[in-house]
């Protein structure tokens, strides 16, 4: 995973838009579960994971040990989250009212077993053959795509995607079992 990160910061210093979703798909559940678990806003949490990234914007020449990259953002989103605090109990200090806010989140471990279960089913897509792992991560584009644009991306029948995606989810089952 070391070596797969410093691959990916690599290309995402280039500026391979790939490599970039890559690392938020892996560790974007992460950076929410740490803000979630200080009871911030859905709007707070937001700011604090986009200003995560934003530091590992600023220093991706400075990560000189990748394979400890989830623990780098880990506390990047944590001082991010004790500065967010401070500056909410100096507005609050100095009069200026700040609204509650209703933890709304799941807890800090719920999203890291989400994280953990995703990466691994994740690792067993890409462990399918071209073709259902094409058709997988077609079907679980965001924002979704219909069977029409699914068809013309892959080039198959819009008629087939229904049968297709049922084996291959089979096959994702057995491998996912296999883990």
């Given amino acids: 995973m070391g070596e797969d990160n410093a691959a990916l910061l690599a290309a995402a210093a280039r500026g391979d838009q790939a490599a970039w979703n890559e690392l938020v798909t892996r560790y974007g ?5 740490i803000a979630r678990g200080f009871r911030l806003s859905t709007a707070d949490c937001a700011d604090v994971v986009q200003s995560t990234w934003l530091r590992l914007v600023e220093n991706l020449d400075r990560v000189t040990e990748p394979e400890r990259l989830a623990g780098w953002l ?16 100096r507005q ?19 999203g890291l077993l989400i994280a ?11 462990r399918l053959s071209d073709k259902c792992r094409q058709l997988i991560r077609a079907l679980m584009a965001t924002p979704p795509l ?4 699914v068809a013309a991306l892959l080039d198959m029948p819009v008629g087939s ?6 084996r291959c989810l089979e096959q994702l089952r057995a491998l ?4």
Avoid: F, H, K, N
């Fill in 29 to 33: 559940a992460l950076l929410w579960s």
């Fill in 74 to 89: 880990a506390t990047t989103a944590r001082r991010e989250c004790l500065q967010l605090l401070r500056r909410v109990e």
């Fill in 92 to 110: 609050r200090e100095a009069g200026v009212p700040v609204p509650e806010a209703a933890d709304e989140g799941p807890s800090v471990d719920e």
């Fill in 116 to 126: 953990e279960r995703d990466l691994a089913l994740w690792r067993a897509v890409d």
């Fill in 146 to 149: 219909s069977y029409v644009e």
């Fill in 161 to 166: 995607i229904g049968p297709s995606r049922g």
């Fill in 176 to 179: 996912a079992e296999e883990l």
